[in-house]
């Protein structure tokens, strides 16, 4: 194996054809003036103009496996241990809490990284008691995120739970033939949760209730046939759930970079600032992404400038907007050009 970091950075690098790394959760408004990030300045110093998508994370990994729309709710479901059958209809039905400003109603908290495995199932209970008769069965395999099997795949468009943050819940709410019917159901599950005894003892202790679920993501688990990569490093669900549907070959994303071992056409997802965006905790995200660009990225841009990575690909993404950047290692001679701040890579 190949030293590319002073001892420290080992890189199977040989059958390496292509490496994309997914960073999600990059707000740029929390960076603060003069952070210093050397490795993501570094490769963002070799890359061009980027090209820009106006969609989440989870839209772009759907596509990169050939899924036409946001079809994540049965591939997560995968991903999280769930044991589907084919073609069974899947929709995620995650908990949120929406707040009302003073013109309108705002998904305030997608995350609730405090509800507990008790309270979950004791809100489960009543739920699944009361939409049984409609043949929907929800389940959590972790406590802030939900899953719905469905009797048939319901005809909607949706907007995944974390663009929908901080936005106006009115434009969000579920498009197409069978949207009045899913308004109508979301209603239904508020008024379960309302004044269920989790959230009277929730908001007794000062936090956040749960009073209303977020629909998104339907779709049908399928196998899928040519992916765009056949490698990945994740502990994202949705990521991992894709790939073994697609037979790619898995590794569960590491502490730092010197124990990964990309191959092939290899996809890194690194969604460690995922929880403290979506929590608005600007200090422990900060603390985050040093640490990513300590562990990751500064590594990655040694083995560009070593050679030792073919090609690669960089995918910034916030909760509603990717921006690609081509790492080019001959850019390392463009002396004539001066560094542009961060911001401009990431507002421009």
Not at 133 to 148: E, F, G, K, Q, S
Not at 203 to 217: D, F, K, M, V, Y
Not at 267 to 279: G, K
Not at 321 to 339: A, D, L, N
Request: with cysteine.
């Amino acid at each position: 194996m190949a030293n590319l970091n002073s001892g420290r950075t080992h890189l199977k690098v040989k059958p390496l054809l292509q490496c994309h790394v997914l960073l999600t959760g990059l707000l740029p408004e929390l960076i603060p003036p003069g952070l210093d990030l050397p490795g993501l300045t570094r490769l963002l110093a070799l890359t061009g103009k980027p090209s820009v998508d106006d969609f989440g994370a989870e839209t772009w990994l759907c596509q990169q496996f050939g899924l036409a729309t946001c079809t994540a709710a049965p591939f997560a479901a995968v991903g999280e241990g769930l044991q589907l059958a084919e073609n069974e209809a899947w929709l995620r039905v995650d908990p949120v809490h929406l707040q009302l400003m003073r013109d309108s109603l705002i998904v305030a908290d997608a995350q609730l990284a405090d509800l507990s495995e008790g309270e979950a199932a004791d809100l489960l209970e009543t739920l699944n008691g009361h939409f049984a008769a409609d043949d929907i069965a929800l389940h959590a395999p972790v406590p802030n995120r939900w899953y719905a099997r469905l009797p048939s795949l319901p005809q909607i468009s949706t907007t995944p739970a974390a663009e929908a943050i901080g936005r106006d819940v009115d434009s969000l709410l579920p498009q197409g033939d069978a949207a009045m019917a899913w308004h109508r159901w979301v209603n239904e599950a508020q008024m379960l949760l309302h004044d269920h005894p989790v959230n009277q003892a929730r908001e007794a202790n000062g936090q956040r209730t749960i009073n209303s679920l977020w629909p998104w993501g339907g779709g049908v688990l399928s196998r899928l046939a040519s992916p765009a990569f056949n490698y990945l490093v994740a502990n994202d669900t949705l990521a991992r759930g894709l790939g073994m549907q697609a037979g790619a070959e898995l590794q569960p994303l590491p502490k730092d970079f010197s124990a990964c071992s990309p191959r092939g056409n290899a996809l890194i997802v690194l969604d460690e600032l995922n929880a403290s965006a979506l929590r608005q905790h600007p200090e422990r995200w900060v603390q985050a992404l040093q640490c990513l660009d300590r562990d990751w990225l500064q590594p990655l841009a040694e083995a560009v400038s070593a050679g030792q990575i073919p090609t690669l690909t960089l995918h910034l993404a916030n909760f509603r907007q990717i921006r690609t950047f081509k790492v080019e290692r001959r850019r390392r001679w463009y002396f004539w050009r001066r560094p542009q701040p961060l911001e401009t890579h990431l507002h421009g």
